[in-house]
């Protein structure tokens, strides 16, 4: 009989933990087991307000620099933007007027409207250029593009209709009619449409800035609301009623709401009024402007067509009616700022003007009709106190005075915006900081304490 010797059972192998795993579960094990122990729960509800303060010192940061950024882009690229492209709509307007109107007068009169045109001009050009620097998206550069391309080709038909009224010939009127249509179908509209994103982009501008810091009133909040409970809970813990750390920390904090609302208060305040008193009627003014302009140039094509052209008096009719109608630009600025010191006379004298204009235009279409052309153009363009040149002019130089006054609101508002927000950055961020260290230190007093 043969024995076997059996060899013995092999050793359960157990799965060996990577070594820095074991550590990480050892470290985690010990904060657990210390957080049962007061120095434990104390560096816990130091770490919470280190993360809670840290995270209210970098958002109040950010808000307030972001705020700045936004408030200096309405006055830079933005505001540039709209400035330019409502001087773009506004000076295209005044060419096609005073073109209209050049070709109808003639001698030292027709030399002034021809300056007015070449000021227009330029003023166009300047402010297409500044809008071709200042353009951030493809839809407005392709705008600029357009009217780039478009204005030699105005102005090539404009003179052309220039020299063949100098030399007698009637086709001059027809060139007149083409840089009309081509200025009324295309040019205006484009600069329309990018006074308009302009103005979408500042009113976005407008709305940041406007906008409250929720996150870091919340995170102060929060902040405040672990410091006071950690002091009534160390004040069970040790019977001591003040810890000059902590009590620092919640004065940094209680200085760094109130800032950050007063701050935020008032630059809102101030943005919202620089919309208010500057922006809001500058639009409307500018409407209100580039409307006469185009009833201008329609009645001088009225004329310039000798009743050939019945739609141009059907497009003036619409434009003295967007201007002066019952809820027209002009009774939409009264009614709006009727009351304000400094506007209600001009625009009640502008609405005196208009008044005046439509009242003489229905006589000088009279004249022309009844075959009196030259008395006609004699009281459109003529240079007495009875033409509704004079009465045109006045209520052009009105509605630039109120526009003056409503940009020197918007600037001077925008500057107040800046100024609520100047040093807030830093002042917030300090007082963080110090937040930050006295509780540090607070805390630690207490623990030291129990390793004494």
């Known amino acids: 009989m043969k024995l076997s010797v059996q060899a013995p059972p ?42 809670l303060i840290l995270g209210a010192g970098a958002t109040a940061l950010t808000s307030v620099l972001g705020k700045s950024a936004v408030i200096e882009e309405t006055t830079t690229q933005s505001g540039r933007l709209s400035v330019a492209a409502l001087d773009l709509y ?53 705008l600029v593009a357009r009217m780039n391309t478009h204005m030699p080709v105005y102005t090539g038909l404009v003179e052309s209709a220039r020299t063949f009224n100098r030399l007698g010939e009637p086709v001059g009127a027809t060139y007149q009619r083409q840089a009309s249509t081509l200025m009324r179908n295309e040019m205006l509209p484009d600069a329309n449409a990018l006074q308009h994103n302009a103005i979408d982009q500042l009113n976005e501008a407008r709305d940041s800035a406007e906008s409250f810091p929720w996150l870091t009133t919340v995170l102060t909040a929060m902040a405040l609301g672990v410091l006071v409970w ?36 008032a630059s809102a305040s101030h943005t919202a009024r620089s919309h208010e008193e500057g922006a809001d009627p500058l639009e409307l003014l500018a409407e209100a402007h580039i409307a006469a302009q185009q009833a201008r140039a329609e009645e001088s094509l009225v004329l310039i067509a000798r009743g050939e052209d019945g739609s141009a008096e059907e497009r003036y009719a619409e434009q003295i009616a967007l201007l002066t109608g019952d809820d027209g630009l002009l009774a939409q600025l009264n009614a709006a700022y009727g009351e304000d010191p400094e506007l209600a006379e001009a625009l009640a004298a502008a609405q005196e003007s208009a008044g005046r204009w439509n009242a003489g235009h229905d006589e000088v279409i009279k004249l022309a009709q009844e075959g009196e052309y030259t008395e006609a153009v004699a009281l459109a363009v003529g240079e007495d106190e009875q033409s509704l040149a004079t009465s045109f002019d006045e209520l052009d130089e009105q509605l630039t005075e109120a526009t003056d006054i409503s940009a020197e609101r918007f600037v001077a508002a925008t500057g107040d915006a800046r100024r609520a927000l100047s040093g807030a950055a830093v002042g917030l961020s300090a007082l963080c900081l110090v937040a930050l260290v006295s509780a540090a230190i607070g805390i630690q007093m207490r623990v030291a304490e129990y390793h004494a």
Not at 18 to 43: D, E, F, H, I, K
């Open 10 to 51: 092999a050793p359960i192998q157990t799965p060996q933990e990577a070594p820095g795993a074991a550590s990480g579960q050892r470290r985690l094990s010990r904060a657990v087991a210390a957080l049962r122990y007061t120095p434990g729960q104390l560096r816990g509800i130091l770490a919470i307000l280190v993360v």
């Open 90 to 142: 506004q000076a295209l307007s005044q060419a096609d007027s005073a073109a209209a109107s050049s070709y109808l007068t003639a001698g030292a009169s027709s030399e002034e409207v021809r300056e007015t045109y070449r000021e227009a001009l330029r003023d166009a050009t300047v402010a297409l250029s500044t809008a071709a620097g200042e353009v951030k998206t493809p839809e407005d550069a392709e």
């Open 230 to 265: 950690a002091q009534l809970w160390m004040t069970r813990k040790t019977n001591r009623v003040f810890n000059l750390g902590t009590v620092g920390a919640t004065v940094a904090l209680i200085g760094v709401a109130g800032w950050l609302v007063l701050v935020a208060l």
